[in-house]
């Protein structure tokens, strides 16, 4: 009898949960703005306050400044304040994102 619960309360939880829109793609929508805007500076030829987005391992480990990502908890992300430009200085340097390329 419980499972049966336990069964109907996440078929209606799923029923009543918002549709997503869809799925994010590294390679269709991140790399490209990486590459474009970031690399430059935090890649293979330099990486300013010893920053690199060259892996996931190193975006984790973050720079000089700390942890630049909290995974989960964009709002948490000194990266995403650099981004929108509520941590200075903001990012890309001389360049800016639009809000779809941060979102």
Request: glycine share 8%; proline share 4%.
């Given at each position: 009898m419980r499972i049966d619960?336990?069964?109907?309360?996440a078929a209606l939880a799923a029923a009543l949960a918002p549709?997503?829109?869809p799925s994010t793609s590294f390679s269709?929508?991140?790399r490209p703005i990486l590459e474009r805007s970031c690399l430059?500076?935090?890649g293979a030829s330099q990486q300013l306050s010893s920053?690199?987005?060259l892996s996931r391992e190193a975006a984790l480990r973050g720079g000089l400044h700390g942890a630049a990502i909290v995974p989960g908890k964009s709002g948490e992300s000194a990266l995403i304040g650099r981004l929108t430009g509520a941590v200075a200085?903001?990012?890309p340097l001389g360049g800016?994102?639009?809000a779809a390329e941060i979102a």
């Open positions: 619960r336990m069964v109907a309360g549709a997503q829109g269709r929508d991140v430059t500076c935090h920053f690199s987005l200085p903001s990012m800016k994102l639009s």
